[in-house]
């Protein structure tokens, strides 16, 4: 059971390192082909558009799997055919309907949006609605399925025939398109291409529809998921369009603010995102297995993967965090150029241990029914976040961005723990480890940040990025083992059987 769950995540997190990776190259060009402001912009649509997305692509595929991984244990092909086909129908209904909406109202996004530009950019993201959630349900199906090979490469699939129209697109294929907007629009195209593609896919497979007979039952275990989700999404676009106007009311540019916000949001994030795609991969993995523990009345091995998880995620964003520390202005500076997107890094880097690890408990959370319980705890960390960006902005400008998150999930985390404390299975050994984790994080952080300013004389930056990232994660694999975090014995039993 352990040697197959590692070998799904080996399969998964590769494939999904190598998307991310390709991902992050572009977005690097993209960084530097458009600069700062424009990228500023380009974020800002995509954020509103993200929110208008949850309308009906988020928590219903979360259902979709979720019931998937349930009628497969329970061996019930009827109810899971049915299930899909429920699924795409209110989907894509509330897609093809909240378009129509869009472009029927187009006056009312003015008053949206603080920068005309950011209009044109969100009517070109637009249609991709209706194709999102088509892909969206589907992908789901085969991650319910256990077939994490195809899950992975769906994604891939969609990231290189996204570059590869973007490409086209910058190219002066269109050459009125200003490039801003032959990116969205490449997006668009690229959505629907990877949508049609995995439709072709799933028949191929054997898939079929089945009469949508479960509709109501769809509506209402997506309810608490889409309404958080929903609510996650409209904060964070609330802060995309009020975070510039309030740095300029306090004394930023309009070009100056448009920067720092993508500077934050387009380049420092996404570096910021890189240990949480690692705990994402593992919950690809995890939650179905959870479903069926659960279906199946397996309490005790429920209780273990949930708590495993989470202290695999712990280990992940505290390895993440002592880089970003060590040598984020050397990363930075080789990455994009801009020294000042270092220091964002450096200083920001801490978000990260709560952000994923809540993210990863809600997941599992979610998975196992208790949706209204993560609703309560998302909307409270939400409140927390508003109040936190508008009273910070004038203090710490753009770092209110990172901080607020880091609110929002904090204290979401807290709530969530305390809540599903008897399904985590943590002892006070769990907790005196992760104290002592992230405390030796900390000065392991210190450590490298002075070894690397020493290195920066010898040896040119990338050489010492390397080389800081081979010592400090030996290092810090080190301390894994020294707090039995890492269990030697199931190491050598997965790498006996491995070899």
Not at 56 to 84: D, F, H
Not at 447 to 467: E, Q, R
């Given at each position: 059971m352990i040697n197959k769950i590692i070998k799904s995540l080996f399969t998964v997190t590769l494939i999904s390192t190598i998307t991310r990776l390709i991902s992050f190259c572009f977005n690097v060009y993209l960084s530097r082909r458009?600069?700062?402001?424009?990228?500023?912009?380009?974020?800002?649509?995509?954020?509103?558009?993200?929110?208008?997305?949850?309308?009906?692509?988020?928590?219903?595929?979360?259902?979709?799997?979720?019931?998937?991984?349930?009628?497969?244990?329970?061996?019930?092909?009827?109810?899971?055919?049915?299930?899909?086909?429920?699924?795409?129908?209110?989907?894509?209904?509330?897609?093809?309907?909240?378009?129509?909406?869009?472009?029927?109202?187009?006056?009312?996004?003015?008053?949206?949006?603080?920068?005309?530009?950011?209009?044109?950019?969100?009517?070109?993201?637009?249609?991709?609605?209706?194709?999102?959630?088509?892909?969206?349900?589907?992908?789901?199906?085969?991650?319910?399925?256990?077939?994490?090979?195809?899950?992975?490469?769906?994604?891939?699939?969609?990231?290189?025939t996204k570059i590869v129209m973007s490409f086209c697109f910058l190219s002066g294929v269109i050459s009125y398109l200003s490039d801003e907007i032959a990116i969205s629009l490449a997006f668009t195209i690229a959505d629907y291409l990877t949508s049609f593609a995995l439709i072709i896919f799933y028949f191929v497979k054997g898939g079929k529809l089945a009469s949508p007979k479960q509709m109501l039952s769809v509506a209402k275990i997506s309810f608490p998921i889409t309404s958080i989700r929903l609510y996650s999404s409209f904060i964070h676009s609330f802060t995309a369009i009020i975070l510039p106007l309030m740095l300029v009311k306090f004394g930023m540019s309009t070009m100056s603010a448009t920067s720092a916000y993508g500077r934050m949001s387009g380049m420092v994030m996404p570096l910021l995102n890189a240990p949480c795609s690692i705990c994402s991969a593992l919950a690809i993995v995890i939650i179905p297995e959870l479903v069926t523990a659960k279906a199946l009345n397996q309490g005790e091995k429920l209780n273990a993967s949930i708590h495993k998880s989470l202290m695999f995620c712990v280990s992940i964003c505290c390895l993440f965090i002592v880089l970003f520390v060590s040598y984020g202005k050397e990363l930075s500076a080789i990455l994009y150029q801009d020294l000042i997107v270092g220091k964002y890094l450096m200083l920001s880097s801490i978000i990260v241990l709560p952000i994923c690890i809540d993210q990863i408990l809600v997941a599992i959370m979610n998975s196992l029914g208790y949706e209204y319980k993560t609703f309560l705890s998302n909307f409270i960390g939400g409140l927390f976040m508003l109040v936190s960006i508008v009273f910070s902005a004038k203090f710490i400008g753009i770092y209110a961005l990172p901080f607020s998150m880091m609110i929002f999930h904090s204290v979401s985390l807290v709530i969530n723990l305390l809540r599903f404390n008897k399904q985590l299975n943590l002892k006070n050994t769990?907790?005196?480890?992760?104290?002592?984790?992230?405390?030796?994080?900390?000065?392991?952080?210190?450590?490298?940040?002075?070894?690397?300013?020493?290195?920066?004389?010898?040896?040119?930056?990338?050489?010492?990025?390397?080389?800081q990232t081979f010592l400090l994660s030996s290092v810090f694999c080190a301390v894994l083992f020294m707090l039995n975090i890492v269990n030697k014995d199931v190491l050598k039993k997965f790498l006996t059987k491995t070899n």
């Open positions: 458009l600069g700062a402001e424009l990228l500023g912009l380009y974020q800002i649509a995509a954020s509103v558009f993200m929110f208008f997305a949850c309308f009906c692509a988020s928590g219903i595929p979360i259902s979709v799997s979720r019931k998937t991984a349930e009628y497969k244990a329970l061996k019930n092909v009827a109810k899971q055919r049915q299930y899909l086909t429920s699924s795409l129908v209110l989907s894509v209904g509330l897609a093809s309907i909240l378009t129509l909406l869009i472009f029927c109202n187009q006056k009312y996004l003015f008053t949206i949006f603080s920068d005309d530009r950011c209009v044109k950019l969100f009517l070109c993201f637009t249609p991709a609605l209706i194709s999102s959630s088509v892909y969206c349900i589907i992908r789901s199906s085969f991650w319910g399925e256990k077939k994490f090979l195809i899950y992975s490469l769906t994604e891939f699939f969609e990231e290189i769990s907790f005196k480890n992760v104290i002592i984790l992230v405390l030796s994080s900390g000065v392991l952080a210190y450590i490298g940040n002075t070894v690397t300013k020493i290195l920066n004389n010898f040896i040119p930056a990338f050489w010492s990025i390397v080389l």
